[in-house]
């Protein structure tokens, strides 16, 4: 079955430090890739998505690359900010008729201090 | 602005009680509504879901008679945890799509804490 892997947080960070939350996937077609943030008190928003091997899924300055080879869909920003403080979520969705149920990884908390 | 809402944000109950965890599309039918549930470090997992009018489609390994779903109208779905202990504790989140462009919106969650 289809299942996400994500780094386990929290990750802690200074400002305009540089971002990478590990993410992989297993999966047994040719899913899309998602990136979803919550912020405190809020839910679940997307983030970002890429949909096939080799897109690359940006947003807000964040990005991440579809590689197919790796199985990995890594989340980076170069430089963060304390409001990007937030757990993030990795998943993966077989979409259909522009609809899917996503399969989530555990979530990583960032935490940005100024 | 939130597109979903999820009420309570916080229970904490005594084992044995029933809690009930409400989730409203805002300003759009859902015809669908999907419930989460996230124990601590674990993956946010799939439980149930809800089709206004009709039964719950529950995933493999989720007790129906445990978690009653009830989907009255196209913006309202209900969570009922019967019978709750300690091992129920956990984070639940629901969701619902909004047309025309199916788009996934989450409620802000809701914390569970069975004494």
């Known amino acids: 079955g289809n299942s996400v892997t994500q780094m386990e947080g929290p990750v802690t960070l200074s400002e305009e430090a540089f971002l990478t939350i590990n993410c992989t996937y297993t999966?047994?077609?040719?899913?899309?890739l998602f990136w979803y943030v919550q912020y405190p008190g809020e839910g679940l928003q997307l983030l970002l998505k890429?949909?096939?091997?080799?897109d690359k899924g940006s947003n807000k300055g964040f990005e991440a690359t579809y590689r197919k080879e790796t199985t990995s869909f890594h989340l980076e920003k170069g430089s963060v900010q304390v409001s990007d403080s937030a757990v993030y979520f990795c998943?993966?969705?077989?979409?259909?008729?522009?609809?899917?149920?996503?399969?989530f990884g555990r979530g990583t908390s960032l935490i940005v201090h100024p | 602005g939130a597109v979903v809402s999820q009420h309570p944000s916080r229970v904490i109950c005594k084992s044995g009680t029933s809690v009930k965890i409400e989730c409203r599309s805002l300003?759009?039918?859902?015809?669908?509504m999907f419930w989460y549930r996230q124990f601590p470090k674990q993956s946010l997992m799939l439980m149930a879901t809800?089709?206004?009018?009709?039964?719950?489609?529950?995933e493999q390994g989720v007790e129906k008679d445990k978690f009653l779903i009830n989907h009255a109208s196209l913006t309202l779905s209900t969570l009922t945890v019967t019978s709750a202990h300690p091992e129920d504790s956990s984070f639940y989140i629901c969701?619902?799509?909004?047309?025309?462009?199916?788009?996934?919106?989450f409620g802000a969650g809701t914390r569970l804490s069975v004494l």
């Open positions: 998943a993966l969705g077989e979409e259909s008729g522009g609809s899917y149920i996503p399969t």
């Open positions: 999966a047994t077609g040719y899913p899309s």
């Open positions: 890429a949909t096939k091997a080799d």
């Open positions: 300003d759009f039918q859902a015809t669908t």
């Open positions: 809800s089709n206004e009018g009709s039964k719950a489609t529950y």
């Open positions: 969701s619902s799509r909004a047309p025309p462009l199916n788009i996934q919106y």
